[in-house]
């Protein structure tokens, strides 16, 4: 029987040939780095989306809400609903982890969660999105309201999806390779 002993571990990514300049962590240790961080995004994200939850859930009760019109009364159930949906993304996280403590399933549980949250931060720019086009319609009577609240989505989407990229771009010289590839979560 022959044995054969694993490559050594030359510091280089097998497709690229570059070296690595991440941490050399066992795939457990990896899983509880991951985790960590993910909870750290999670607790930003989570108390915005509450707050303007909280805060679109008394809308209701106010004197005004009455004299909305009919589009301004269902962008307000729209918006309603977008926050219920980004506080559930958010906060399903912590479902995930009751589930799936004790079970050995680290990794699973932190792609899955990493998935939801990024669902939830889509849900909560378009939330925001909508809110501000509510809260400006109300506020001015104006059609301005709506190229603004699309600035306003445009600038979440530069700063939470495009600005990111192109750093990895510049860093990675243009590379593609998504942190699941590289063993990195940033």
């Given at each position: ?59 209701v ?7 909305l019109?009919a ?19 958010l906060t ?9 403590a ?6 699973q549980?932190?792609?899955s ?7 939830g ?14 809260l400006?319609?109300v506020?001015t ?15 979440f ?20 390779r998504s942190?699941?590839?590289t063993?990195?979560?940033?």
């Open positions: 029987m022959m044995t054969t002993t694993p490559e050594p571990d030359t510091g280089r990514i097998a497709h690229g040939h570059r070296p690595r300049t991440g941490r050399r962590e066992s795939a457990d240790e990896r899983a509880d780095r991951r985790w960590g961080d993910l909870l750290q995004e999670v607790r930003v994200a989570q108390t915005g989306s509450q707050v303007l939850f909280g805060f679109l859930l008394s809308v009760f106010m004197p005004r809400f009455t004299q019109s589009f301004d009364r269902g962008l307000y159930v729209s918006t309603v609903v977008l926050g219920a949906l980004a506080t559930g993304a399903a996280p912590v479902a995930y982890h009751r589930i799936f004790g079970r050995l399933l680290k990794p549980l932190v792609d969660a990493a998935r939801l949250v990024a669902i931060l889509v849900l909560l720019a378009l939330t925001i999105g909508s809110a501000v086009l509510l400006l319609r506020a009577g104006s059609a301005v309201a709506g190229w603004i609240a699309g600035g306003v989505v445009l600038w989407v530069a700063c939470w999806l495009i600005l990111p990229v192109q750093t990895l771009r510049r860093h990675n010289g243009h590379c593609t942190p699941r590839e063993g990195e979560n940033a």
